[in-house]
């Protein structure tokens, strides 16, 4: 028994000189300060992205792990922030400029055009256009409060023309006696635009009360419509049918059509332009047919040997050319009968070349037929010719006007 005791006390001996050499116990740290346990395999990886965050690491390992807790709970994904406005958003807003007179300090609907901004009453464009009223919210018809809403007209509409309209209803009696070719024109486009149909009704009729279509009237008008381009890309733009003969009729009499008076956003279309060329390579053709020199089939039925129905035909040169007998050209025998052939010749090179009507009306035949009508003929025509040819002329006129609708209709 003696012997046991002896060996274990050596063995607990042995045990102490082991335990101090290795050093002192590592303290157990308290369960406060919350760090992780470590990884049951001292060799796996650490993840790249939080590799990549650590600048420093430490020789404690307490402090790694820490540490490693620290970045972890930082890469947690956090609650996101209000999206700011993009940039490009904010300088558009900055960009459009309230309007100076129609930004209403109780309008619910802005109105954005040509980077200008306008504040109305949204009863007001749902009261006058159906379109719009079915497109505005219905929110506010029973007494309910009204949101402000923004329209963004995309098209033909612009601002000058917008404020045009606004203007009208904000002082009507300013238009009350008579309104401008340039301002009737502006309110057509944006009455046509915002679906105004009663004021579209009654400003069409204003304009094309300055643009007659009537042949007796268009006829007393000499010189052409300086607006005649932008009047008849109007009249496209907004399907006015009764004033595109005059409008293009005009354009066709004018050098280079007028076009050097047009903006950009109102050309004229590839189409009518190649109507306009037509138009007036007809127009010309109708002119020199009417007045380079009188008409060769022209024969004076009263002139002295006429043949009778009862005696031999002969052509109407060898009529035209026989000479009344000697003695029988009186004053009265003058006012019957036309003279000879080569007299008219002379007296017509005289009163529509000489006179200038042959160039002035070189694209206007309508005018152009008009001015022969109201020339003072001299008796080298007997009296029944003077009023055959006018009646003639006149005929022409129409077909000719009839002739333009006919140019002018869509293929």
């Known amino acids: 028994m003696a012997r046991g005791r002896d060996e274990s006390v050596t063995n607990n001996r042995a045990v102490d000189q082991i335990q101090r050499s290795r050093g002192p116990k590592p303290r157990r740290l308290p369960d406060s300060h919350h760090c992780p346990p470590r990884s049951s395999s001292p060799l796996a990886p650490e993840t790249s992205d939080v590799a990549s965050e ?26 996101a922030k209000k999206r700011a406005k993009p940039a490009r958003a904010e300088n558009l807003v900055e960009q459009l400029r309230k309007h100076e007179r129609f930004w209403l300090a109780d309008g619910n609907v802005v109105v954005e055009l040509d980077g200008v901004r306008f ?12 379109r719009i009223a079915a497109l505005l919210p219905s929110k506010g018809k029973n007494g309910g409060k009204l949101e402000q809403i923004t329209l963004n007209f995309r098209g033909a509409l612009k601002a000058i023309d917008f404020e045009t309209l606004l203007l009208l209803y904000d002082n009507p009696g300013n238009y009350r006696h008579a309104i401008e070719p340039p301002t009737l024109m502006s309110l057509i486009r944006a009455a046509t635009s915002l679906d105004f149909d009663s004021d579209r009704v009654w400003l069409v009729k204003e304009l094309e009360a300055l643009w007659p279509s009537n042949l007796e009237e268009l006829a007393t008008n000499p010189e052409p419509h300086l607006d005649a381009p932008e009047v008849a890309a109007l009249a496209r733009m907004c399907n006015i049918d009764g004033l595109l003969k005059p409008a293009f009729y005009d354009m ?46 022209f024969v004076c039925q009263n002139i002295h040997g006429a043949p009778s129905s009862n005696e031999g035909t002969s052509t109407p040169s060898k009529q035209a050319d026989e000479k009344p007998e000697l003695g029988c050209i009186t004053s009265a025998s003058v006012a019957s009968t036309c003279l000879l052939v080569t007299a008219r010749r002379e007296a017509w090179v005289r009163l529509v070349h000489d006179s200038g009507i042959f160039t002035q009306y070189r694209y206007d035949p309508l005018r152009g037929l008009a001015a022969l ?17 006018k009646a003639d002329w006149k005929t022409m006129q129409r077909s000719i006007w009839e002739k333009v609708g006919e140019y002018l209709k869509e293929d």
Not at 260 to 288: N, P, T
Not at 373 to 387: L, P, R
């Open 373 to 389: 009508i109201n020339i003072e003929w001299t008796d080298d025509w007997c009296k029944a010719c003077k009023e055959k040819q």
């Open 252 to 297: 066709a009499r004018m050098p280079g059509f007028g076009l050097d008076k047009l903006e950009e956003s109102e050309q004229i279309g590839r189409a009518d332009m190649l109507r306009l060329i037509r138009m007036r390579e007809y127009l010309s053709d109708m002119w020199i047919q009417a007045a380079a020199r009188e008409d060769p089939a």
């Open 119 to 130: 504040r109305v009453h949204q009863s007001w464009l749902a009261q006058h256009s159906k």
């Open 54 to 79: 650590v600048h420093a690491t430490s020789s404690d390992p307490v402090e790694t792990r820490c540490a490693r807790r620290k970045r972890q709970s930082s890469s947690e994904p956090k609650p």
